[in-house]
């Protein structure tokens, strides 16, 4: 299923029941079991400010540990959303909570909620909630981004890390009940098959017809479900669709030709994939066999450099070997990065893997 772009999940996360089912169902227990759902209060209005580049699917929550603090201080935990709706990955998404976090405690300080003392900034949970195409391989932490350093810089170098959320990674174990509203939406991202998607949407609409909120929030996961559609091109009447319940006969007729759609439109990329990547590769087969022919046997580095190699180092290489007389001219270029760039961080034995 292609994923996309969608605001929709930022109308979800305007109510509580569904941050509720966010740390209830998703996030480490040790967090959740802390925490009094009963004093959840949405933030972003009085937080999210320009200074914090705020995207429209970001948003802000409040909640008090059960437990108090040292001198029974109550303690409170702001737990940062933020809807990662993209293909690929944001490999600066640690910096870029590291920059959020700060910015955050700025305007805290400047509202006057907080003081800057010893003990006194509230807690902060980032969570990136995503939904790309690509499997998600960015640092989750800036210790992750910043060179190793001596035992003796540890202290200094910054620290931020964030929760992820792969919808992706939050399949369905089995048909089984599940009253978690946001494991429900999942499960409609995750569908994979026609019948699978009309008996997730059927199973949101019963739970609903159950929940004590349902008219306010069903507006909302109807609204998100039209944007859901229209982003994936499943054509409905969505102005005539104004309940959950009228969503699985409506789709009855159209998801069937939708995934047929989607199945064809997956292998297709596959094939091109397919085909482009068997083409580089019998280019470097080629050149590994001129290569062998005019130098002798190759040793693995150059095995590697060829197997590793772009299309366009291919083709410069390819032209090379007519003129040159040295394997080394070969691949000038590719040495002469490989000289100036830095020795890698196991080459300095008193780097030190540990934490602060």
């Known amino acids: 299923m292609s994923h996309h772009h969608d605001t929709g999940y930022k109308e979800l996360f305007s109510y509580p029941e569904f941050v509720v089912a966010l740390l209830d169902g998703f996030i480490p227990d040790e967090i959740s079991q802390l925490l009094d759902y009963s004093t959840l209060k949405n933030e972003s209005e009085s937080y999210i400010t320009p200074k914090l ?32 709706f993209q293909s690929g990955n944001n490999n600066q998404m640690a910096l870029r909570m590291l920059n959020y976090s700060a910015s955050f405690y700025h305007q805290l300080l400047k509202q006057g909620q907080f003081q800057a003392k010893r003990g ?15 499997r998600w391989t960015a640092a989750q932490s800036m210790q992750e981004l910043v060179q190793p350093a001596p035992r003796f810089l540890h202290y200094y170098q910054p620290r931020q890390g964030y929760y992820l959320l792969n919808i992706e990674d939050y399949q369905p174990t089995a048909d089984t009940d599940n009253d978690n509203l946001l494991q429900l939406v999942f499960n ?18 019963d739970t609903m017809q159950r929940h004590p909120r349902r008219e306010m929030l069903e507006k909302a996961l109807v609204l998100w479900f039209k944007r859901f559609l229209y982003q994936n091109k499943i054509t409905v009447d969505l102005d005539a669709t104004h309940t959950l319940q009228e969503l699985p006969p409506m789709l009855a007729s159209r998801v069937d030709s939708w995934f047929e759609q989607w199945k064809e439109e997956g292998l297709e990329e596959g094939r091109k994939e397919g085909r482009e990547k068997g083409r580089k590769e019998g280019r470097a087969d080629t050149l590994e066999k001129q290569l062998r022919l005019k130098f002798g046997e190759l040793d693995q580095a150059t095995v590697q450099h060829l197997r590793q190699a772009s299309e366009a180092e291919l083709d410069l290489w390819s032209e090379r070997i007519l003129f ?24 300095f034995s008193f780097f030190s893997s540990g934490s602060l």
Not at 58 to 79: A, E, I, K, N, Y
Not at 120 to 134: A, E, H, K, R
Not at 194 to 199: L, N, S
């Open 188 to 205: 409609v991202e995750n569908a994979r098959t026609a019948e699978r998607m009309q008996r997730v949407t059927q199973q949101i609409a």
């Open 324 to 347: 040159v007389a040295s394997i080394e001219e070969v691949f000038a270029q590719r040495l002469r990065a490989a000289q100036a760039a830095p020795d890698k961080p196991a080459s």
């Open 120 to 134: 006194s900034l509230p807690l902060v949970f980032p969570t990136v909630i995503y939904n790309g195409n690509d």
């Open 53 to 84: 580049e705020q995207r429209f699917e970001d948003t802000v929550w409040s909640v008090m540990f059960r437990q108090t603090g040292p001198d029974c201080q109550p303690v409170r935990l702001f737990l940062y959303i933020l809807l990662e």
